[in-house]
């Protein structure tokens, strides 16, 4: 590793850090939606199967592609498959690529999104979240179709990511994440008590936890599948990149479980800040996409009317945790793109980082107008938001994902994954076969099933 290259400064800070590139909106807007579409505490279960069959190898398989080759994800994954000088080895040398694009493409629309939650912040404080539920989706069809608002606040939150980024590994990613996501739990919790302490909330206890498996069907445990995969942030690059960062006394297998712990525990978390209030006010809890922007607002409304202030509380800590959780997802995001500018172009941290934002909030800008009333910004019947979002994470994520385990299943010699694994025979690795079987078998087939149900082929 060069002299110029920094790696984390603590255990905790890899875990907070690489957690919060894992948590996101993912975990507290998707995790509650799809939860109350597949019944509840049955999806839940099958969900944390999944992640011990898919989420955990293949975070497993990053971890070991990642610090192996201690650079960014394209120099990592060269030099991973350089002891085969051969034509296939030099195609799947390119695989660090995908997650280069793909951070780019995702950070895209993602700051899209992640801007309308500062949006919503600042609703909340001027208290414009207010009036009837046709008010409130009123409301978000004009600010996000809107020509300017969005682009602003996609412009700060990248310039937030950015102002971390150009702090370095310890000094930005890591002070940040040791910052932020303490605060994200703790606002969760107040938000969770919040919750379950509304009449009827019982109800909503109870359905989260309850299962229901006559719900179950094949849908479900393809759900279960698919949100395990993208909740990890499987195929970005990001957990690629963070390991490169780790030590060489990081326990890979100890650190994946650990962070899909508070992955998954922050996810059940969410829903039992949303399901209590949507039961207390009649609220299905199957609402879809639009919860968070649309159905949540009206929620804590209803929920608090006797207290008006506490709603309105509520309401701005809750867009508060959003934002927290966007922003450690974007800086992983950043952090890909910056260590690949950094050192493949041998620039300044500083110019490789201000590359990437200024990339990013041009993608971000042509997102967010293809919202709006801009037909040059549809491409077959679909927006340019709507094609990032299918090309990231229809395509490329799976397939990275995909070469990614049969890279280290198949390809890469078995002594460098063993040696990775066991941190050079100085861990007993009693799991290893378990995982080489996972990462041959179990992961490329379930990642090949998910690549065909997000294409609707199954």
Known sequence: MSEERANFGSKIGIILATAGSAVGLGNVWRFPYMTGQNGGAAFILIYVACVLLLGIPCMVSEFIIGRHGAANTVRAYEKIVSSRRTRLSRLLSKVGYLGVLTGFLISGYYAVVSGWCLQYIYASLMGELKGDPTYIASYFEQFSQDPLRPLFWTAV???????????????????????????????????VVASCLLPGAGKGINFLFKPDFSKVDSSVFLGALGQS??????GMGC?????????????????????????????VLAGLMIFPAAFSVGVQPD?????????????????????PVVGYIVSLLFYTLLSLAA??????????????????????????????????????????????????LHIAGKSLFDWFDFISGQLLLPIGGLLTCLLLGWYVPRQIVRDEFTNWGT??????HVYLFAVR??????????????????
């Open 239 to 267: 957990i690629c990149t963070y390991a490169s960062y780790f030590s060489r006394q990081t326990n890979l297998l100890r650190s994946a479980v650990e962070i899909s712990l508070v992955d998954t525990f922050i996810a």
């Open 287 to 307: 609402s879809g996409p639009s919860l968070i922007f649309i159905t949540l607002p009206n929620m804590f409304q209803q929920a608090f009317t006797s207290v």
């Open 427 to 432: 861990l007993r690795g009693r799991l290893f």
């Open 157 to 191: 939150i990248l310039l937030i990511s950015h102002f971390i980024i150009i702090h370095g590994i310890r000094g930005g990613i890591e002070r940040a994440s040791k910052m932020m996501m303490p605060t994200l739990f703790v606002l969760l919790i107040i938000i």
């Open 229 to 234: 995969f993208y909740s990890l942030s499987i």
């Open 327 to 376: 922003i450690t997802s974007l800086i992983s995001l950043h952090e890909v793109n910056t260590a690949f500018f950094t050192e493949e172009f041998k620039t300044s941290r500083k110019w490789g980082s201000t590359l990437v934002t200024v990339i990013c909030i041009v993608f971000g800008i042509f997102c967010s107008l293809s919202l709006g009333k801009t037909e040059w």
């Open 441 to 458: 078998f179990i992961c490329p087939i379930a990642i090949v099933v998910i690549f065909l149900d997000q294409l609707n082929v199954i």
